[in-house]
């Protein structure tokens, strides 16, 4: 909860003493249970977080609770049948641009714009080095192909309900896969929405 509150930022050591007498004093279970519901009331995870994730920073603590929600919900990476999210990050692998970097880049985004946080799924590096810098439209329209009995392209999913799982535990828009390309922008701003979700999941878990 720190983490994603910034609650120990600034002062830690009043903090920490604030708490300390105030579980002293209420016990662990009460005191924490009402800090939770005062710190992350559901317009947290609906509103004040996915603006928090409006950012380009690859350790920003939002998208590392993002990962580690991903590792202890058991998700597979992104068009992975059986590689997990937990494998990609033991291994060091490629985070991958839904939207590729170049493919923005050519349509004259700014570095800040394309390294979105929510514009990053983890990925298996033969998976993003086969997606290169195609448009979004294209490989999911291809996706779809492979899940028809046409060429295997990207990852090992032949199956399209397995696919659209994938799509959602990767909490990608399903929108990607009805044929269009949805605006950038707007893809950025559902996809923390649902990234925000998986990370309350995972909150709510612990």
């Known amino acids: 909860m720190s983490i994603?509150?910034?609650?120990?930022?600034?002062?830690?050591?009043?903090?920490?003493?604030?708490?300390?007498?105030q579980i002293d004093s209420r016990g662990l279970a009460t005191y924490a249970n009402s800090v939770i519901e005062s710190q992350l009331p559901d317009t947290f995870w609906t509103g004040m977080l996915p603006q928090q994730m409006d950012t380009s920073s690859g350790q920003?603590?939002?998208?590392?609770?993002?990962?580690?929600?991903?590792?202890?919900?058991?998700?597979?990476?992104f068009l992975s049948r059986d590689i997990t999210a937990q494998d990609l990050l033991l291994n060091r692998s490629d985070v991958h641009h839904v939207y590729p970097r170049n493919f923005l880049k050519k349509a004259?985004?700014?570095?800040?714009?394309?390294?979105?946080?929510?514009?990053?799924?983890?990925?298996?590096?033969?998976?993003?080095?086969a997606i290169g810098d195609q448009s979004p439209e294209v490989y999911f329209k291809e996706l779809i192909k492979q899940c028809g009995n046409g060429p295997k392209k990207y990852g090992g999913i032949t199956d399209l309900e397995e696919l659209r799982n994938n799509i959602k535990v990767s909490c990608l828009p399903e929108a990607l896969l009805a044929g269009g390309l949805p605006d950038y922008d707007e893809f950025l701003e559902e996809r923390r929405k649902l990234m925000a979700q998986k990370i309350k999941t995972w909150f709510e878990v612990l």
């Open 4 to 21: 994603l509150t910034g609650r120990y930022m600034g002062s830690p050591e009043t903090s920490f003493d604030q708490d300390i007498r």
């Open 108 to 129: 004259g985004l700014s570095k800040s714009q394309y390294n979105q946080i929510a514009n990053f799924v983890l990925a298996q590096s033969e998976i993003n080095i």
């Open 60 to 77: 920003s603590p939002y998208f590392l609770a993002y990962q580690a929600a991903q590792v202890k919900l058991g998700d597979k990476g």
